[in-house]
Structures are given as structure tokens and as C-alpha cells.
């Protein structure tokens, strides 16, 4: 293990369920299929996935706490710059032609796998605020 690994502190398992609440609240308001669900987690196994929607609970890496936080901030920034929640739950998966998304939507791109797509989308949605 590095040294730098040894003096991060463990993720606080008084987060996980927070955080789980928010992520399943968020899925449901964007209509997220399972497989959508489990790939912007980081494609946890079928079992974790299931206890963790099953129980709101658990221990997060800091992968999964990264990339629920991403979800979350993507989420506000929605909220502030479409203030009709309908609009702001179906922007995820309108095509969307700026040139970080070429066309395809915010949630095909989140979808790749990557959290670094999951940032991308987030820094795009922070401009748009004038956050830069």
C-alpha cells in the first residue's frame, strides 16, 4: 500500500446512506433503469447494488461517494438553471449538441464508465452557471 493510500482516511460509513438515498432519489427522478443505475455507481456487483437499494445503507469507496457527489452536483445544477423540475429531470437524456456531448446526451456520456465523464458533465453544467 503507498503512503499516500495510508494517510487518506477510510470513507465514513456515516455517508453511505445518505448518499444512497440521494443516488436512488435521483434515479427515480430521471428515470434510470437498473443498468444505468449500477454503471454511474461504478458497476458494483448485482448483489452490493441490491442491498445497498434494499437497505439506503452501506460503506461507500471513495470511487462510489465520488461519483454519487457528482450526481448530486449535476442534479442542483439542473434544478437552479431549469427551475420546472420536469424539464430539469429530462435534460439527462436529450441530445444535447455542445461540444462536449457531439450530439449524444449528458447521460450517454455519463454512462461510459468513466468518473472522469461523470466530472466532464458536471464542469459543463457549472459553466453554464457561470461557475468557472
Known amino acids: 500500500m503507498s503512503d499516500l493510500a495510508l494517510r487518506q482516511p477510510a470513507p465514513s460509513a456515516d455517508l453511505g446512506g445518505p448518499a444512497l438515498r440521494a443516488f436512488f432519489a435521483i434515479a427515480e427522478h430521471w428515470g434510470l433503469r437498473i443498468a444505468e443505475q449500477r454503471r454511474l455507481l461504478g458497476d458494483p456487483p448485482e448483489s452490493t447494488f441490491y442491498k445497498w437499494k434494499r437497505e439506503r445503507a452501506g460503506a461507500l469507496s471513495r470511487d462510489v461517494l465520488e461519483r454519487i457527489s457528482y450526481v448530486l452536483g449535476i442534479y442542483k445544477n439542473l434544478q437552479i438553471l431549469f427551475p420546472e423540475a420536469e424539464r430539469a429531470d429530462a435534460w439527462v437524456r436529450k441530445p444535447n449538441e455542445a461540444p462536449t456531448f ?18 466532464v458533465v458536471r464542469q459543463y453544467l457549472d459553466a453554464q452557471r457561470g461557475w468557472n
Open 102 to 119: 457531439g450530439g449524444q446526451s449528458a447521460l450517454e456520456r455519463m454512462l461510459s464508465g468513466n468518473v472522469a465523464d461523470l466530472y
